[in-house]
C-alpha cells in the first residue's frame, strides 16, 4: 500500500525516465571530466616539451658562445697554422708554401701595404666599414664587397669559403670576437700570414721568396704594393709579371701606404 502513495504536488516517473536522469547524472560529468582532463596532459606535455627544447637550444648556444671565445682568446697567443682552406688547398695541390712570420720580421712598408690595398680604414673601425659596406651594396662590381681585415681573417681562420647567410652571421660574430680580443697588430699579423699570393702560396714571407727571392725584412715599398696589388685574385695575377693595370695599382698603393702612415691610420699596427 505504501508504494502507490506519491506525494502531494510531484509527479510520479516513469522508469524510462528515471534511467534517462540517472544517465544524464553519471555518463555526462564523466565525459566533460575526460576532455578537460585529455586537454590539461596535453597543455602539460607541450609546456613541458618546449621548456626542455628551449633549455637545449639555450646551451648549445652558451656551449658555443664559450667555446669560440675561448678559441679566439688561444689564437691570439697561439698561430693558426691549420686552416679550412690551408687544409683543402694542401689536400689539392699536395704540396704548399707557408713559413709563420712575427709582424715585427716583415718590412714596415708589407703591412702598411696591405692595410692600404685591403682596409685603409682598419685603425679607425670595429670590424665593420659601414661607409665600405654601403657602397660594395651599391656597386656589384666590387670584389671585396666591404670585407675588413679583420671580416677577412675570422672567414680564413675560423670558417669556410662561401656566400651562405649562416656563414655570413658567424663571419661577424668572429669579427666581433676578433676586435674585442686581439690587438689590431695582431690581426694584420695572422692576415700576413694566411693570406694567399699565388696558388700554394700561403703569407707574405713566401710570397716574398717566390716572386722576388728576399726575405720579408728586406722588402722595398715597391715589392711590397706589388705584393699587396694581386689581392683578392692571386691566382689571376702575378706580382713578378704585372700587366698595366697592375702597375697602375701598385701605384695607388705605395701611394695609400704613405698617406696613412702620415696621417696616423698606421698607428694601431706599427
Known amino acids: 500500500m505504501i508504494d ?15 534511467a534517462q536522469k540517472v544517465r544524464e547524472s553519471i555518463r555526462l560529468p564523466r565525459k566533460k571530466g575526460v576532455v578537460a582532463k585529455s586537454a590539461d596532459r596535453f597543455s602539460s606535455f607541450w609546456a613541458r616539451w618546449m621548456r626542455s627544447l628551449l633549455r637545449k637550444v639555450a646551451l648549445v648556444c652558451l656551449a658555443f658562445v664559450l667555446c669560440s671565445a675561448l678559441l679566439v682568446i688561444l689564437l691570439r697567443f697561439a698561430n693558426p697554422y691549420l686552416t679550412y682552406y690551408y687544409i683543402s688547398e694542401r689536400a689539392r ?32 673601425h670595429f670590424g665593420f666599414d659601414i661607409d665600405a659596406i654601403k657602397s660594395a651594396l651599391n656597386d656589384d662590381r666590387r670584389l671585396r664587397g666591404g670585407s675588413t681585415i679583420s671580416q677577412q681573417v675570422a672567414k680564413n681562420v675560423f670558417l669556410w669559403q662561401g656566400r651562405t647567410w649562416v656563414r655570413k652571421g658567424l663571419e661577424a660574430w668572429f669579427t666581433l670576437l676578433i676586435e674585442l680580443i686581439w690587438p689590431k ?13 699565388d696558388e700554394g702560396i700561403f703569407g707574405a714571407a713566401s710570397a716574398g721568396k717566390h716572386y722576388f727571392g728576399v726575405e720579408p725584412g728586406k722588402l722595398t715599398a715597391l715589392q711590397a704594393a706589388r705584393l699587396a696589388a694581386v689581392l683578392p685574385s692571386p691566382k689571376k695575377r702575378s706580382a713578378s709579371r704585372p700587366t698595366a693595370s697592375l ?6 698603393i705605395i701611394a695609400g701606404a704613405e698617406t696613412i702612415n702620415q696621417d696616423g691610420r698606421a698607428d694601431c699596427f706599427q
Not at 102 to 122: C, G, K, L, N, Y
Not at 185 to 197: D, G, K, P
Open 4 to 18: 502507490w502513495i506519491v506525494p502531494v504536488g510531484k509527479k510520479e516517473m516513469s522508469k524510462d525516465e528515471q
Open 93 to 124: 695541390l699536395g704540396e704548399i708554401q707557408r713559413v709563420w712570420t712575427p709582424i715585427e720580421t716583415f718590412s714596415p712598408h708589407m703591412a702598411r701595404s696591405i692595410v692600404a690595398a685591403e682596409d685603409a680604414m682598419f685603425c679607425t
Open 185 to 197: 697588430q695582431r690581426i694584420v699579423e695572422v692576415y700576413l700570414n694566411i693570406a694567399e699570393f
Open 247 to 252: 702597375k697602375k695599382r701598385t701605384r695607388q
